[in-house]
Protein backbone atom coordinates (compact mmCIF):
# COMPACT_ATOMS: atom_id res chain seq x y z
CA UNK A 1 0.00 0.00 0.00
CA UNK A 2 1.63 3.22 -1.10
CA UNK A 3 2.22 6.00 1.81
CA UNK A 4 2.82 9.72 1.26
CA UNK A 5 6.56 10.39 2.06
CA UNK A 6 5.19 13.90 3.68
CA UNK A 7 3.88 11.32 6.33
CA UNK A 8 7.64 10.77 7.42
CA UNK A 9 8.93 14.10 7.97
CA UNK A 10 7.51 15.25 11.60
CA UNK A 11 9.41 14.92 14.65
CA UNK A 12 9.80 11.97 16.29
CA UNK A 13 8.00 11.33 19.66
CA UNK A 14 9.71 8.74 22.34
CA UNK A 15 10.08 4.96 21.69
CA UNK A 16 7.64 2.86 23.94
CA UNK A 17 9.65 -0.84 24.24
CA UNK A 18 6.34 -3.25 25.15
CA UNK A 19 8.04 -4.75 28.77
CA UNK A 20 10.17 -6.98 27.07
CA UNK A 21 9.37 -9.60 24.18
CA UNK A 22 5.45 -11.21 24.37
CA UNK A 23 5.27 -14.61 23.77
CA UNK A 24 2.75 -16.73 22.00
CA UNK A 25 3.70 -20.63 23.03
CA UNK A 26 7.27 -21.09 21.22
CA UNK A 27 7.10 -18.24 19.41
CA UNK A 28 8.44 -14.91 21.17
CA UNK A 29 7.82 -11.72 19.58
CA UNK A 30 9.38 -7.99 20.80
CA UNK A 31 6.94 -5.40 19.93
CA UNK A 32 8.07 -1.29 20.25
CA UNK A 33 5.47 1.33 19.74
CA UNK A 34 6.25 4.72 18.64
CA UNK A 35 3.05 6.84 18.52
CA UNK A 36 5.18 10.19 16.88
CA UNK A 37 2.89 12.53 19.27
CA UNK A 38 -0.26 10.99 18.69
CA UNK A 39 -2.33 10.14 21.70
CA UNK A 40 -5.68 8.49 23.04
CA UNK A 41 -4.21 5.22 21.98
CA UNK A 42 -2.28 3.56 24.77
CA UNK A 43 -5.32 1.32 25.61
CA UNK A 44 -6.30 -0.01 21.97
CA UNK A 45 -2.53 -0.77 21.79
CA UNK A 46 -2.36 -2.55 25.10
CA UNK A 47 -5.55 -4.70 24.01
CA UNK A 48 -3.66 -4.78 20.46
CA UNK A 49 -0.02 -6.64 21.44
CA UNK A 50 -1.25 -9.47 23.37
CA UNK A 51 -3.18 -10.43 20.27
CA UNK A 52 -0.60 -9.35 17.87
CA UNK A 53 1.93 -12.23 19.27
CA UNK A 54 -0.72 -14.97 18.94
CA UNK A 55 -1.02 -13.88 15.32
CA UNK A 56 2.62 -14.07 14.70
CA UNK A 57 2.48 -17.92 15.79
CA UNK A 58 -0.29 -18.69 13.56
CA UNK A 59 0.87 -16.47 10.42
CA UNK A 60 4.37 -18.48 10.72
CA UNK A 61 2.26 -21.83 10.67
CA UNK A 62 -0.63 -20.81 7.84
CA UNK A 63 2.33 -19.77 5.87
CA UNK A 64 4.03 -23.37 6.11
CA UNK A 65 7.52 -22.09 8.47
CA UNK A 66 8.51 -26.00 9.78
CA UNK A 67 10.04 -23.37 12.82
CA UNK A 68 8.42 -20.06 13.94
CA UNK A 69 10.69 -16.85 13.04
CA UNK A 70 11.32 -16.32 16.90
CA UNK A 71 13.08 -12.97 18.25
CA UNK A 72 11.45 -10.66 15.81
CA UNK A 73 10.90 -7.29 16.71
CA UNK A 74 8.11 -5.61 14.82
CA UNK A 75 7.33 -1.96 15.50
CA UNK A 76 4.04 -0.26 15.47
CA UNK A 77 4.33 3.69 14.48
CA UNK A 78 1.64 6.04 14.10
CA UNK A 79 0.92 8.68 11.55
CA UNK A 80 -1.45 10.29 9.85
CA UNK A 81 -1.01 8.60 6.49
CA UNK A 82 -2.25 10.04 2.79
CA UNK A 83 -4.30 8.88 1.31
CA UNK A 84 -6.46 8.67 4.41
CA UNK A 85 -8.67 5.73 2.98
CA UNK A 86 -5.24 3.83 3.87
CA UNK A 87 -5.67 2.01 6.97
CA UNK A 88 -2.34 0.70 7.69
CA UNK A 89 0.85 -0.28 5.74
CA UNK A 90 3.35 -2.67 6.59
CA UNK A 91 7.45 -1.52 5.73
CA UNK A 92 9.94 -4.35 6.60
CA UNK A 93 9.49 -5.08 10.18
CA UNK A 94 7.52 -1.82 10.60
CA UNK A 95 3.23 -1.45 10.73
CA UNK A 96 2.64 2.28 9.65
CA UNK A 97 -0.75 2.97 11.64
CA UNK A 98 -2.84 5.78 10.27
CA UNK A 99 -3.75 7.29 13.58
CA UNK A 100 -6.59 9.59 12.22
CA UNK A 101 -8.37 6.66 10.96
CA UNK A 102 -7.97 4.25 13.84
CA UNK A 103 -9.05 7.04 15.82
CA UNK A 104 -12.53 7.23 13.68
CA UNK A 105 -12.78 3.49 14.63
CA UNK A 106 -11.58 2.55 17.31
CA UNK A 107 -14.48 0.62 18.60
CA UNK A 108 -14.49 -1.56 15.51
CA UNK A 109 -12.57 -5.35 15.64
CA UNK A 110 -11.62 -4.34 11.99
CA UNK A 111 -9.12 -1.95 13.13
CA UNK A 112 -7.47 -5.17 14.93
CA UNK A 113 -8.09 -7.65 11.87
CA UNK A 114 -6.22 -4.55 9.42
CA UNK A 115 -3.14 -5.08 11.53
CA UNK A 116 -3.35 -8.30 11.32
CA UNK A 117 -3.30 -8.50 7.55
CA UNK A 118 -0.46 -6.22 7.72
CA UNK A 119 1.94 -8.34 10.07
CA UNK A 120 1.58 -11.36 7.55
CA UNK A 121 2.82 -8.81 5.01
CA UNK A 122 5.83 -8.43 7.65
CA UNK A 123 5.94 -12.48 8.07
CA UNK A 124 5.99 -12.65 3.62
CA UNK A 125 9.12 -10.62 3.55
CA UNK A 126 9.55 -10.88 -0.02
CA UNK A 127 12.54 -9.11 -1.59
CA UNK A 128 11.47 -5.34 -3.07
CA UNK A 129 9.27 -5.93 -6.75
CA UNK A 130 8.59 -9.72 -6.24
CA UNK A 131 5.10 -9.62 -7.31
CA UNK A 132 2.51 -9.98 -8.48
CA UNK A 133 0.58 -8.23 -5.89
CA UNK A 134 -2.71 -10.05 -6.56
CA UNK A 135 -1.03 -13.32 -4.89
CA UNK A 136 0.81 -11.08 -2.25
CA UNK A 137 -2.41 -9.11 -1.06
CA UNK A 138 -4.15 -12.39 -1.46
CA UNK A 139 -1.83 -14.04 0.42
CA UNK A 140 -2.44 -11.88 3.48
CA UNK A 141 -5.84 -11.92 3.22
CA UNK A 142 -6.19 -15.63 2.80
CA UNK A 143 -4.33 -15.72 6.39
CA UNK A 144 -6.31 -13.18 7.58
CA UNK A 145 -10.26 -14.30 6.44
CA UNK A 146 -9.63 -17.77 6.31
CA UNK A 147 -7.25 -18.71 9.04
CA UNK A 148 -7.23 -16.01 11.81
CA UNK A 149 -11.03 -14.64 11.29
CA UNK A 150 -13.34 -16.61 9.54
CA UNK A 151 -16.30 -15.54 10.43
CA UNK A 152 -15.00 -11.80 9.18
CA UNK A 153 -17.94 -10.73 6.97
CA UNK A 154 -15.00 -8.90 4.93
CA UNK A 155 -14.10 -11.33 3.19
CA UNK A 156 -17.34 -11.58 0.73
CA UNK A 157 -16.84 -10.14 -2.54
CA UNK A 158 -18.36 -9.70 -5.61
CA UNK A 159 -17.58 -12.77 -8.04
CA UNK A 160 -19.69 -10.86 -11.48
CA UNK A 161 -17.50 -7.61 -10.56
CA UNK A 162 -14.36 -8.86 -9.57
CA UNK A 163 -11.55 -11.50 -9.79
CA UNK A 164 -8.65 -13.37 -8.79
CA UNK A 165 -6.66 -9.99 -10.05
CA UNK A 166 -7.89 -7.69 -7.65
CA UNK A 167 -5.86 -9.59 -4.61
CA UNK A 168 -7.63 -9.25 -1.44
CA UNK A 169 -10.96 -11.05 -0.82
CA UNK A 170 -11.17 -12.89 -4.24
CA UNK A 171 -7.62 -13.71 -3.95
CA UNK A 172 -8.34 -14.93 -1.08
CA UNK A 173 -11.19 -16.73 -1.55
CA UNK A 174 -9.49 -18.41 -4.60
CA UNK A 175 -6.10 -19.86 -2.62
CA UNK A 176 -8.59 -20.67 0.14
CA UNK A 177 -10.66 -23.05 -1.83
CA UNK A 178 -7.09 -23.92 -3.91
CA UNK A 179 -5.28 -24.93 -0.78
CA UNK A 180 -7.80 -27.17 0.30
CA UNK A 181 -7.96 -28.96 -2.67
CA UNK A 182 -3.91 -29.11 -3.03
CA UNK A 183 -2.81 -28.77 0.40
CA UNK A 184 0.75 -27.45 1.25
CA UNK A 185 -0.17 -24.66 -2.11
CA UNK A 186 -0.14 -21.51 -0.04
CA UNK A 187 3.24 -22.21 1.73
CA UNK A 188 4.09 -23.52 -1.70
CA UNK A 189 3.68 -20.43 -3.33
CA UNK A 190 4.94 -17.88 -0.35
CA UNK A 191 8.38 -20.15 -0.32
CA UNK A 192 8.98 -19.53 -3.98
CA UNK A 193 7.86 -15.88 -3.67
CA UNK A 194 10.06 -15.75 -0.68
CA UNK A 195 13.08 -16.40 -2.98
CA UNK A 196 12.34 -13.62 -5.38
CA UNK A 197 10.25 -15.85 -7.87
CA UNK A 198 6.75 -14.15 -9.10
CA UNK A 199 4.22 -17.11 -7.27
CA UNK A 200 2.72 -17.90 -10.15
CA UNK A 201 4.60 -20.29 -11.86
CA UNK A 202 4.88 -22.27 -8.51
CA UNK A 203 1.20 -22.11 -8.65
CA UNK A 204 0.38 -23.75 -11.54
CA UNK A 205 2.76 -26.23 -11.04
CA UNK A 206 0.86 -27.50 -8.00
CA UNK A 207 -2.62 -27.37 -9.91
CA UNK A 208 -1.69 -27.84 -13.27
CA UNK A 209 -3.98 -24.21 -14.01
CA UNK A 210 -3.08 -21.21 -14.83
CA UNK A 211 -4.48 -18.38 -12.34
CA UNK A 212 -7.85 -17.46 -14.69
CA UNK A 213 -8.45 -21.48 -15.45
CA UNK A 214 -8.30 -21.71 -11.18
CA UNK A 215 -10.60 -18.90 -10.76
CA UNK A 216 -13.43 -20.28 -13.18
CA UNK A 217 -12.75 -23.90 -11.11
CA UNK A 218 -13.66 -21.80 -8.13
CA UNK A 219 -16.52 -20.62 -9.14
CA UNK A 220 -18.03 -23.30 -10.15
CA UNK A 221 -17.37 -25.40 -6.90
CA UNK A 222 -17.84 -22.32 -4.52
CA UNK A 223 -20.29 -23.84 -2.00
CA UNK A 224 -21.20 -20.51 -0.70
CA UNK A 225 -22.15 -17.58 -3.11
CA UNK A 226 -20.78 -14.43 -1.82
CA UNK A 227 -22.65 -11.51 -1.44
CA UNK A 228 -21.70 -8.34 -2.11
CA UNK A 229 -24.63 -6.40 -0.34
CA UNK A 230 -23.22 -8.10 2.83
CA UNK A 231 -19.85 -6.65 1.57
CA UNK A 232 -20.92 -3.31 0.98
CA UNK A 233 -23.17 -2.80 4.55
CA UNK A 234 -20.25 -3.93 6.13
CA UNK A 235 -17.84 -1.59 4.74
CA UNK A 236 -20.69 1.02 5.27
CA UNK A 237 -20.45 0.51 8.59
CA UNK A 238 -16.95 0.96 9.01
CA UNK A 239 -17.57 4.49 7.31
CA UNK A 240 -19.63 5.57 10.30
CA UNK A 241 -17.70 4.12 12.63
CA UNK A 242 -19.80 1.26 13.73
Avoid at 53 to 80: M, P, Q, S, V
Avoid at 104 to 133: C, S
Amino acid sequence: MPIDRRMLLGAVAGILVWGGPALADDCPVAVEVDYHGWSGFERWTADLIPRLAGWWRDINLALGATACNAGKTIRLEFYEIHPPRIAAAARGDSILINAPYVRANLGNPDMFRMIAHELVHVAQAYPKGTGPAWLSEGIADYVRYYRLFPDDPGRAFDPGGEDWREGYSPAAGLLAWAEATWPGLVSAINAAMRKGDDGEAALTAATGMAPAALWKAYLASHPNAASAAKRRAYWDSLKRGN
